[in-house]
């Protein structure tokens, strides 16, 4: 691991240094090579996916492990959308001239080496190698132990694409052991890892937060809420909490506990219900709810706590906004919140002092997303303060450094 | 500890709320107060002091201890400076519409719980105090032991201020203990404390960095470089290479090692030299430096490393700008870097490619400060690469949630 860190630092000096035609070329010659050797690609993969299935892992796990020809075509695709963002290094933004005579400003530069972390699905590999190469790090991506012949196979397209464009193969490096001690050498490497990315469940990356010397972009939880308050248009209330909880239900911006301001619960709630036990979500309420609407469990404590993942929803009758915000601020895990209000006032104060990485007004928390977002791609979502929060894209994989432009000044006082 | 940790989490809900002008009406009265009880701050000082110099500590520990009636001046000074600048809270920027209708940007908001450990200067009671505070920070201020006193009655004065402004009391909070178990708990205090600042020496802030739990904003060295490129004008390259080292020797952006480059060697380093030799600059360099000036004694490598801060210096004489950026990538400390030189090519390349927190062109490496920078006050300098990197000001006290402002978008791919 050692070595792979020490060629990943020096790889890191020379993309830095890499212009955004280098960048690209190497981006679009990677997504030909995975073009081309789709059948390669697919043949690795069915081995991991024979072996998987051996195991006993479950279809759920199997399906993301898979790739099958268009899945491939999908990752290549994504390489190229990459190509199309901008560049974010090398910008210089906020220049002004000081009273000595300098001007100062910053400058957007790459992190330096990121360590991927992240469990069975291979896409990852060509994801997240592409958004490090275009922000100008180099990365040293660990997958599971289940898919390793299919990382390996995805790996050698994105060398033979940096290779012609004449950029250091080792700018992506794939840890080709399943050894489990090599993610505890990635994450305590302080002097050549400078961010370490988990992708995962919950417990991955709990465990990895607690063993990691090294920064790291995550989120733990996303037990997000939406908020009805009673100057909400019911029907747009009606319309967000539907589909914030039933578009999708495994992903980490879907709606888990709903709050209702008591003003309005009475006219709210039986339609809400009514959507809900149609499309057979599992609804568990406080007394308020149960009182309004039918086959409701009681909800536990806990239940607030839950992110569910699942066609389940906790719902709360609250006082008001108040009681709301201090709901979210004791149960909520600062992933994506969201207020459905007329009240203009009221949804200035939900923006203002809900402390999660997204808020949001009259819209679904489904939207909490960088693509819908428009950063173009997303490595993670953090949940974090520092550095980067919400959605992180190109921009959360650089850094900015400040620089001044002189003309010989000197400092006299 | 934890009390004092959960009641700054809970002043950190309402100063998140808190309008700007309750928090410059709290920074006036602690200025105030800060005035009016002069005599009593200089005298709790006093005491700490006399302990001070019973206990044998040196001139200029007792010299960064003590506080007259100038320096409670300026203490009270410092915080009206502060009510001028800019609220950074609740701005949001970048606002986009995106294809689906809603609009997307970033709302600057506090970070919540700040973390200050410090050693003997008590002035930085007040200003850490201040900048938080303006920032909408809670914050736990724990000083030397020396400056027990002193701090508390600077806290006092603070606490007023805040009760008269009807902020909460514990927005600022000393800790009243000289116990070192105390800093322990402060850096590992996860759920109530959301950044450390530490203020001193290395030594304190290796063992802090060693031990927290919790991300910091610090620098533990400034070996900063001047590098004399062979096209650079050679009266701006003495003046720059002088003022760097000469005007102040024990700040952290002190130039420390100068690098010359082959090309203006001979005539660049017998001037800067007899400089030097005037001033009671001891120099250190290699060979070619040695052939060039009289009195300089041969550098180890270990002194290429070092940060002298005092009238000493480190000069050696390189091939070129590769060479150069080399030797700061090999010795330097990511502080502050500067180079020399009329050629933009060449200015552009360093600029681009030095990772140091601050990198100037034709500039003494002196001006890397949070007020030459225009940022007002600074908490400290951060050679770390995320959140906040270079003098950190207000706007490094603080993070940028995402915020979406919809008019019922719901999400439907």
Chains 1, 2 share one sequence.
């Not at 050797?37 to 998987?52: G, K, M, T």
């Not at 990752?75 to 560049?87: F, H, N, R, T």
């Not at 960088?370 to 921009?395: C, F, N, Q, W």
Request: proline share 3%; charged share 25%.
């Amino acid at each position: 691991m050692r070595g792979l860190g020490r060629s990943a630092r020096s790889a890191a000096r020379e993309l830095a240094r890499a212009g955004t035609d280098a960048k690209n070329a190497a981006l679009r010659a990677m997504a030909a090579e995975i073009r081309t050797r789709s059948a390669e690609l697919i043949e690795a993969n069915r081995a991991d996916v024979a072996q998987a299935k051996k195991a006993g892992r479950d279809g759920a796990f199997v399906d993301r492990l898979t790739l099958d020809a268009k899945a491939v075509g999908q990752m290549a695709a994504g390489l190229e959308d990459i190509v199309a963002l901008e560049d974010p290094v090398g910008k210089i933004s906020d220049l002004a001239r000081r009273p000595t005579g300098i001007e100062v400003g910053r400058m957007r530069v790459p992190l330096g080496v990121i360590g991927i972390i992240y469990e069975s699905r291979p896409n990852v590999t060509a994801d997240a190698a592409g958004l490090c190469l275009k922000a100008g790090n180099a990365c040293i991506l660990r997958g599971g132990s289940e898919a390793l012949r299919s990382n390996q196979a995805i790996a050698a397209c994105v060398r033979a694409g940096l290779k012609s464009a004449g950029l250091p193969e080792t700018a992506v490096q794939v840890v080709a052991t399943a050894d489990r001690a090599a993610v505890g050498e990635l994450i305590t490497m302080t002097e050549y890892v400078d961010i370490i990315v988990p992708r995962g469940g919950k417990d991955l990356i709990e465990r990895l937060a607690r063993e990691s010397k090294i920064p790291m972009i995550k989120h733990l939880d996303g037990v997000c809420h939406v908020y009805i308050d009673d100057r909400a248009d019911p029907e747009m209330a009606v319309r967000i909490a539907d589909n914030a909880k039933t578009q999708r239900y495994g992903t980490c911006n879907t709606l888990e506990t709903l709050l209702v301001a008591e003003g309005i619960a009475e006219k709210f709630l039986p339609l809400i219900g009514y959507i809900y036990k149609n499309k057979n979500v599992q609804m568990r309420g406080d007394e308020a709810t149960r009182k309004l609407v039918k086959d409701v469990k009681p909800a536990t404590e806990k239940d607030y706590y839950t992110e569910w993942l699942a066609p389940v929803v906790s719902i709360k009758v609250v006082k008001d906004i108040d009681e709301a915000m201090a709901h979210i601020a004791k149960y909520g895990s600062q992933h994506t919140d969201a207020i459905v209000t007329a009240d203009k006032s009221r949804a200035d104060r939900f923006l203002r002092e809900v402390d999660s990485s997204s808020v949001l007004v009259n819209a679904s928390t489904r939207f909490a997303d960088g693509y819908e977002y428009g950063l173009g791609a997303e490595i993670g979502i953090s949940t974090d303060k520092l550095h980067a929060r919400g959605p992180v894209g190109l921009e959360g994989l650089t850094t900015q450094k400040f620089v001044v432009l002189g003309h010989g000044e000197i400092r006299t006082s």
